[in-house]
């Protein structure tokens, strides 16, 4: 299947080399350094842009400022700006962590969008910092433009942060020459349970070496510590590039908090003074609020969710789950009534409401944890839905039953799974001839990672659903490090003639490792 012509434009060519190179080539602030609070000088985005939750006709822009400042954000159609259109953004302060957003709406439909960002003094307008450029591509209106996405996560994970020796997060720039649509990040976008070292020793005497920061050499736990480790990842230049080029739709998972962590669990971990996980969670929100533009979550705190639907035009709506926040504790999850699960009840209602109005083709069901991998938490309990039972659904598959059936009775097509959090890459294919519980129509569940951490070996397989491992790629031993294992990344793409949806599981170094093609307008496939 061809990628769409449109992505490789003369236009967009010259942006990478023009625009979204400036953006990439501004120095940094000092490592962990606060914003500056100098009366002189003027207010800089050291830290770079990014665009979220695009759609047909809107979009979200991020920045960081140095100090207070007023955002203002430009569009055009060109990279020269003319007929620019300004967006006037909010005023940049302390309360935010000098973090800002700028919704941008009636933009054109399946148009490349060019943008400056403008940081202000907000006592004197005329003194402005040197402008940030990035573009993106809103999403179609007409199918026959295509679609073309990627997905990973698991960043920065186990100990293996930005490694200079190596260029750091090399799949970031990969992932930016492929010029997809968008990103999909699912999940553990930060380690801030992970302390990162300036120096591991690898198993064969190689050694290892870290970018360190004040946050990032403890583990998370005051709000500060939070968004230091969210910023830490913008250190890398590959990722500040890859930001200023491709939009990204972002859920969060344990690792935003603390590693398996579910509501209401009080810690026994030397390591944390604060034993309370809501507390932790709920600073680290805020942070995650700060440093993503996502439209449902306001930046600084307040109401807001992880989980909601991003419809990137007439063949792709984007289902994004939170298992981490309405959850019930880790158990064994062998209990036959469970109306809480891991999605708790009011989310799942959401999600059967918003797939039966869905119209688009395809349906990618955004999921922070695999449905039949089995993930433990301990020597007894459960940190995903399967508990290695192969019978009957029980505990945190009911609700999952419950989802399935509902899919299969009121026959919503073109459903596939996206998740990444096992740290390999896989595909399994669910069938109610294989399973326990038989009332669902058979799908596909992808999984691909990590793109900046740890690799680790293949998961079991629970019966309950009938998933059947038709491909794995998964180190032979726990915790492999980015240079003795290549990360991965998956690339969904959308034809818009046919309809037909192609998955590729790629492992950094341009390799495709899998590839299934799926048929539009089917219950099952």
């Known amino acids: 299947m061809s990628h769409n012509p449109r992505n490789s434009s003369p236009d967009r060519r010259s942006v990478l080399r023009g625009t979204v190179a400036a953006s990439a080539a501004l120095a940094l602030p000092a490592l962990g350094a606060a914003p500056a609070l100098a009366l002189s000088g003027r207010p800089r985005a050291a830290w770079g842009v990014q665009t979220g939750d695009v759609t047909a006709s809107s979009g979200l822009v991020w920045v960081r400022?140095?100090?207070p400042a007023r955002m203002i954000v430009e569009t055009s159609a060109t990279d020269?700006?003319?007929?620019?259109?300004?967006?006037?953004?909010?005023?940049?302060?302390?309360?935010?962590?000098?973090?800002?957003?700028?919704?941008?709406?009636?933009?054109p439909a399946g148009e490349q969008v060019h943008y400056r960002v403008t940081l202000a003094?907000?006592?004197d307008p005329r003194r402005t910092?040197?402008?940030?450029?990035?573009?993106?591509?809103?999403?179609?209106?007409?199918?026959r433009e295509g679609v073309r996405f990627l997905w990973s996560g698991d960043i920065a994970g186990q100990g293996w942060g930005i490694n200079p020796d190596i260029g750091g997060y090399r799949a970031y720039e990969e992932m930016r020459r492929l010029d997809p649509d968008f990103f999909l990040c699912s999940g553990d976008t930060v380690y801030a349970d992970g302390v990162i070292q300036p120096s591991v020793t690898l198993p064969d005497g190689r050694i290892w070496r870290n970018i360190t920061t004040e946050e990032k050499s403890k583990v998370a736990q005051t709000l500060a510590d939070f968004r230091g480790n969210f910023r830490y990842n913008l250190l890398d230049e590959n990722v500040r590039r890859f930001n200023s080029q491709v939009p990204t739709v972002v859920q969060w998972d344990d690792h935003e908090v603390r590693n398996n962590w579910y509501p209401g669990q009080i810690l026994d971990d030397p390591r944390y003074t604060e034993k309370n996980v809501d507390l932790l969670a709920e600073r680290s929100m805020r942070a995650f609020s700060e440093y993503f533009p996502i439209s449902t979550l306001p930046a600084g705190g307040g109401e807001g969710r992880v989980h909601?639907?991003?419809?990137y035009g007439p063949l792709l709506d984007v289902f994004v789950l939170d298992m981490r926040s309405y959850r019930n504790a880790n158990s064994p999850g062998r209990q036959a009534d469970d109306t809480q699960g891991i999605l708790g009840a009011e989310q799942l209602a959401w999600l059967k409401r918003e797939l039966s109005r869905s119209r688009a083709v395809w349906k990618v069901i955004a999921s922070d944890m695999p449905l039949g991998l089995v993930v433990p938490d301990g020597a007894a309990n459960f940190e995903a839905v399967a508990q290695g039972d192969p019978g009957v659904p029980l505990g945190r598959e009911l609700q999952i039953a419950e989802l399935l059936r509902f899919i299969k009775h009121r026959r919503i097509?073109?459903?596939?799974w996206l998740t990444a959090d096992v740290h390999y890459t896989s595909a399994q294919h669910y069938a109610p001839e294989r399973a326990a519980?038989?009332?669902?129509?058979?799908?596909?569940?992808f999984v691909s990672g990590p793109l900046a951490a740890g690799g680790f070996p293949a998961n079991a397989l629970d019966a309950t659903f009938g998933p059947e491992r038709v491909f794995v790629r998964a180190p032979e031993r726990a915790n492999v490090s980015p240079m003795e294992s290549?990360?991965?990344?998956?690339?969904?793409?959308?034809?818009?003639?046919?309809g037909e949806l192609t998955v590729r599981l790629r492992a950094e170094g341009g390799t495709v490792l899998f590839s299934k093609v799926l048929q539009p307008g089917r219950v099952a496939q």
């Open 308 to 311: 909601r639907v991003v419809r």
């Open 121 to 123: 003094d907000p006592d």
């Open 129 to 143: 910092g040197e402008p940030v450029y990035g573009t993106f591509r809103t999403a179609p209106a007409k199918r």
């Open 437 to 445: 519980f038989k009332d669902f129509a058979p799908f596909w569940e």
């Open 65 to 67: 400022s140095d100090r």
């Open 486 to 498: 290549p990360q991965h990344f998956g690339e969904v793409d959308i034809d818009g003639g046919s």
């Open 80 to 107: 020269s700006f003319r007929r620019a259109h300004r967006h006037h953004g909010p005023l940049i302060g302390s309360g935010t962590d000098f973090t800002g957003t700028t919704s941008l709406r009636g933009l």
């Open 413 to 416: 097509t073109g459903t596939l």
